[in-house]
């Protein structure tokens, strides 16, 4: 097969300006003329279309925030009960961001049995069985692991109950409304709360509980009031305040009712069984692993 004359000596005319240049100095575009380099222009990124697929319209694996009760067990962190005080049934439990509603039933397990190559006994579990094939958790206070872990659960209340910092209402409130609910004294005076060494006397970020309701809020306003900053900052952004949180109901509440501070209930939530009284108070326990689920797990 022949080959090409090298050009070293030729002349060749540029497509674009019919000017003539050396052959050598000569170069392709990207439309396939033949032009002299300083007469080359690159190709217009616009014409270069990139292709673009429809857009994500849901996540593939989402986890919304308004989940509710959790229909399996989830697990808690290391030793997560704590007494209250000496005397006291009263059982703290550590669940972060546990997301689950006032005055539900909650049921412990310990460790799962795997003893045999069918996985725990009594799996899966029953309406009549529970959750068999689950060890208990550990003692707390000598407030019995068997108890903990009974196989009824408990009923809990939201939050860490029974520290009690409480005030009043100062005016009549309806089941609307989120501005205007003022408190008689927000720094709670003698009713302060001293736990573990820290001392609160005042009701910032938290949940208040008035009769049955539970309110959530942010920060207490300069006229005394639950909300924002500012009650101009509450009225732009009324859910700053919730009503009717952690699944109680909204209600309206009389001048005079009692205003009772409920601590961390995101984190926290408390539970009680009479007859059962820890010997000291302010003792953590229950081990590891210890789950919180439903007293049925759905299979």
């Known amino acids: 097969m022949g080959k090409f004359a090298s050009g070293n000596h030729a002349i ?8 003539r240049f050396p052959y050598k100095e000569m170069v392709k575009e990207w439309n396939g003329m033949w032009v002299h380099y300083t007469e080359f222009e690159v190709k217009q990124p616009q014409l270069e279309l990139a292709l673009i ?10 986890r919304p925030d308004s989940r509710g009760f959790h229909k399996v067990p989830i697990m808690l962190p290391d030793d997560p009960f704590e007494t209250y005080l000496a005397g006291n049934p ?8 546990h997301k689950r509603n006032n005055a539900t039933i909650v ?18 579990p029953t309406p009549s069985n529970g959750a068999a ?13 068997s108890v903990i872990c ?7 209340s939201v939050g860490k109950r029974g520290i009690t910092v409480s005030t009043t209402l100062v005016n009549n409130i309806d089941d609307t409304q989120t501005t205007g609910i003022i408190l008689t004294n927000p720094d ?4 302060s709360l001293t736990f573990r060494g820290v001392t609160t006397t005042n009701f910032l970020k938290q949940a208040v509980l008035i009769d049955s309701e539970i309110i959530i809020y942010t920060t207490i306003a300069s006229d005394d009031s639950l909300g924002q900053v ?22 309206a509440h009389l001048a005079a009712a009692v205003v009772t501070l409920i601590n961390d209930p995101t984190n926290y939530f408390t539970f009680e069984k009479a007859g059962y009284n820890a010997t000291t108070g302010e003792i953590t326990g229950g081990g590891f692993p210890v789950s919180a689920g439903p007293v049925t797990i759905t299979p």
Do not use: M
């Open 133 to 145: 094939g689950y060890s208990i958790c550990e003692d707390v206070s000598d407030i019995p692991g």
């Open 12 to 19: 060749a005319i540029s497509d674009r300006s019919g000017l």
């Open 107 to 124: 049921r412990f397990r310990g460790t799962p049995d795997q003893s045999t190559s069918t996985g725990p006994s009594g799996w899966p």
């Open 188 to 191: 709670a005076g003698a009713g």
């Open 53 to 62: 697929g429809p857009d994500g319209i849901a996540l593939a694996h989402p």
């Open 150 to 156: 009974q196989s009824a659960g408990h009923t809990i």
């Open 230 to 251: 500012a009650p101009e900052a509450t009225a732009l952004n009324p859910k700053v305040v919730v009503r009717g949180a952690f699944g109680t109901t909204k209600a």
């Open 90 to 97: 009263k059982i703290f439990t550590h669940s972060p961001n």
